[in-house]
């Protein structure tokens, strides 16, 4: 791979030009891809056979007209005060015109729903009082019925019987309105309305255009003096990619970046290569998005590692370049070699990321899968434009790569002092107990770490959907928020007659359970097989006592009579999914703590090394989970994250961070463990050997950390609750995997096995392919000015003034 790699490197440098145009040409053919064959994004989470999916199933083939999607419009009084009689029959009138928009079924008026309601609640109350009025006048015909005739006695009878018949119909009216007595339309001031809007298509199925329509036509129609807010079903969309924290994570790359080469064109460089990779790669990727189904945050993950893993790899290629100019290396030999040698490093570290990406779909769920594979895409763009714009580039930009004071010196710059003396055995036991230490410490909140999605409540304080979340919570109660579908599946069809008493049963049985504040019977199916109900829990979606009642309910089936009880709704649609996340996670952790260890017996040809390297990953990654659960679910600093509102860990989040951190992890580790190798290698001691790869490799290595939490930090002030998430998670993640424990925790543990970590049974070193990942052959065939003990155990000359 390394000779390819320097024959692709002398190939561009050589055909600049012509590589720079066929980039562009590329970059043009896969933008305009995105525009002809690019679909709408969803922003649902959603997996096919979960219970949810299958009640959801069920209602679409039964009940159509409660299968749709829905979402919540609040209307409030902008002063407070109770809305006026114009103001109702405006809001009416604008929901009645809203219930005609294209993909939309209907819009509820909350004000005719709430006064049917109450006339409901006075016909049931008078029915009563006329048969309690009958029921005294037949007591008093009965006193005289011996002297009727038999023919009058009969009549009283039948009477009697008609009365005791309405008067159970009634008793069973009173008991449902008694269960849905706490749902209101309009709350109890009358300043706030509750309008349903119900979408033709099922919730994931609702284009951004339909949703946008609604908010559009509701806010230039809202009555003076009323203000609209919209709930998370209806405002969701697709999320900005670039705000002013991903331009400011930008700013802090480049600067880390002039400050470590000296030169304004060579910072430049990694910044440009990495913003091309990251336009081939996302619309490439988003022109599958009109074939199959892709969450609206996937781009935005492509982003995030295209940036990252962009500037970083062509640093990597860049910094290795201008050592052998600085050695007198010839323009064009240093370009290839540099992309022999590090370029080969680049695409092994690459191919780590891609394979622990694309194992995301040994997980079966197809969301998340399709996440790693435009993860991966975004990654393997990347690393073909590190070692192939890259060296074009260079051989374009010369030695003006250089500062002019480091052109004037060009073959004459001392090697890097190598340290001769390893570290004290006392040093590395106690860098190695303190950083352990601070691990568990940091991964001691992942024990409570609750997994769910986020709701209203998550989203920016200014924000429509966090308006209507609390005002919903104040005026209607929290579980009006995140309200339950259950469907009761009846064994056989049931008469008109007999469809309250089953109603009333059902519903009786359901408010039997902790933490349910009503149960509203809602419709039944044709076939009259099916009756939906909608449960108002007493507290909102993400709460652990909604899932509870979640299990509760599906627990409580079958009821008697074999009556089977189904739960859906965005609420009881999180659970599952959560569930069905964790349930995968050991799995997939699993396949790539064996990709971790396959993976660098074979780079390192060692047992210990594969092993530690593995441990402290995960001491990293959970140490990333207690951090995540600390600042989201906690609340801790929430100040700092805007966390106004803590809730649970993105349910999908462990599972993305497990095969993107994995893979940068191993980056560290080579770019770091194979310099002590190399010096191992070369006869310097175990423990010497520890204390030169990590003086080599340090400087590049912490660079490139701060540029990734530079970019993934950028992305933690978005607005967008799922992507200041997955910002933070990666940005904490290469903290304390590349700082803590590649550059502290690995070393010392080094040092402390010292030769024992590179031991290796003879059968095995026997079999296994020499994986050349620094290029050490083709260095041997291409020879250039070295010290003695090999170039990657040179401090690499960053500053250059």
């Not at 006339?119 to 009958?134: P, S, Y």
């Not at 989203?459 to 995140?482: H, M, P």
Request: proline fraction near 4%; glycine fraction near 10%; hydrophobic fraction near 50%.
């Amino acid at each position: 791979m390394a000779e390819l790699l320097f024959r692709v490197g002398r190939f561009c440098a050589r055909r600049a030009w012509t590589v720079l145009i066929t980039w562009m040409v590329v970059l043009g053919l896969s933008t305009t891809a995105y525009f002809v064959f690019g679909g709408a994004l969803s922003s649902q989470v959603t997996i096919p056979g979960t219970a949810t999916s299958q009640v959801i199933d069920q209602l679409a083939e039964k009940f159509p007209s409660a299968s749709g999607g829905n979402g919540t419009v609040l209307f409030h009084t902008a002063d407070g005060s109770a809305f006026t009689a114009d103001q109702r029959t405006a809001i009416g009138a604008l929901l009645k015109s809203v219930g005609d928009l294209d993909g939309v079924a209907s819009a509820t008026d909350p004000f005719i729903t709430q006064q049917q309601l109450t006339e409901q609640t006075q016909q049931v109350q008078g029915g009563q009082q006329q048969i309690a009025a009958g029921r005294e006048e037949l007591e008093r015909a009965q006193n005289a019925a011996d002297a009727l005739p038999e023919a009058q006695r009969k009549q009283l009878d039948a009477q009697r019987a008609q009365l005791d018949a309405q008067a159970a119909k009634l008793e069973l009216s009173q008991q449902l309105l008694a269960m849905s007595s706490k749902i209101r339309m309009v709350s109890v001031d009358d300043t706030t309305a509750l309008a349903s809007v119900v979408f033709d298509e099922a919730q994931m199925n609702v284009t951004p255009e339909t949703k946008d329509g609604v908010v559009d036509h509701v806010s230039a129609g809202v009555p003076a003096g009323v203000e609209a807010e919209f709930s998370n079903e209806i405002t969701q969309s697709v999320p900005q990619i670039l705000g002013v924290g991903e331009v400011a994570g930008l700013v802090v790359a480049a600067i880390t970046l002039l400050v470590m080469l000296g030169a304004l064109i060579a910072a430049a460089l990694p910044l440009l290569t990495a913003l091309v990779g990251v336009g081939v790669g996302v619309t490439a990727s988003l022109a599958l998005s009109g074939a199959v189904e892709m969450l609206s945050i996937t781009p935005v993950l492509g982003v995030m590692l295209g940036l990252a893993v962009g500037i970083d790899y062509c640093l990597f290629i860049l910094n290795r370049h201008r050592r052998q100019l600085l050695d007198g290396v010839e323009l064009r030999e240093s370009i290839a070699l540099a992309n022999g040698t590090s370029g080969n490093a680049v695409v092994f570290a690459g191919a780590t990321v891609l394979v622990a990406l694309l194992a995301l779909n040994v997980t079966g769920i197809g969301f998340l899968g399709m996440m790693g594979t435009v993860g991966a895409i975004c990654v393997a763009v990347a690393v073909v434009i590190a070692v192939t714009l890259t060296p074009a580039l260079l051989s374009l930009l010369g030695l003006r790569i250089l500062t002019r004071k480091a052109r004037a010196s060009i073959g004459q710059s001392p090697a890097g002092r190598v340290p001769a003396t390893p570290m004290t055995t006392g040093r590395a036991l106690l860098t190695a107990v303190a950083g352990l230490a601070v691990l568990i410490v940091l991964a001691l909140p992942a024990l409570s770490m609750r997994l769910g999605l986020p709701d209203g409540s998550s989203e920016a304080e200014d924000s429509t959907q966090y308006q209507a979340y609390q005002l919903i919570e104040e005026k209607f109660g929290a579980g009006v928020n995140g309200p339950l579908l259950v469907v009761a599946g009846l064994p056989a069809a049931v008469t008109d007659d007999d469809t309250l008493a089953e109603q009333a049963r059902i519903g009786t049985a359901i408010l039997g359970q902790d933490n349910v504040t009503a149960v509203a019977p809602i419709g039944q199916s044709s076939d009259n097989t099916l009756i939906a109900f909608q449960v108002v829990p007493a507290e909102g979606p993400n709460s652990e006592t909604t899932e509870q009642l979640v299990r509760d309910l599906r627990e409580l089936s079958p009821l008697d009579g074999d009556v089977t009880l189904g739960v859906a709704g965005s609420a009881s649609g999180n659970i599952d999914i959560s569930e069905q996340l964790s349930d995968a996670l050991p799995v997939y952790l699993g396949v790539v703590l064996g990709l971790s260890l396959i993976i660098l017996i074979f780079v390192f040809r060692s047992i210990l090394v594969p092993l530690t390297a593995t441990l402290g990953f995960v001491l990293s990654l959970f140490a990333t989970f207690g951090g995540i659960t600390a600042i989201f679910q906690w609340g801790w600093l929430g100040s700092v994250f805007g966390v106004h509102d803590p809730g649970p860990v993105l349910s999908f989040l462990p599972t993305i961070l497990i095969g993107i951190l994995f893979g940068l992890a191993m980056d560290y580790q080579l770019f770091l463990v194979s310099g002590m190798r190399e010096a191992y290698a070369h006869g310097a001691s175990a423990r010497v050997a520890v204390r030169r790869g990590l003086h080599a490799g340090r400087t590049v290595v912490t660079a490139a950390a701060i540029i990734m939490i530079a970019v993934f930090g950028g992305f933690i002030f978005s607005h967008t609750t799922m992507i200041r998430s997955l910002g933070f998670g990666l940005a904490f993640g290469v903290l304390a995997d590349a700082f803590l424990v590649r550059m502290l925790l690995i070393p010392a543990v080094m040092h402390l096995l010292g030769r024992s970590a590179w031991w290796i049974p003879r059968w095995l070193d026997r079999i296994l392919p020499n994986v050349d990942v620094e290029g050490a052959a083709l260095e041997r065939s291409h020879p250039i000015t070295h010290d003695s003990v090999g170039d990657t155990q040179q401090e690499p000359i960053l500053t250059l003034r």
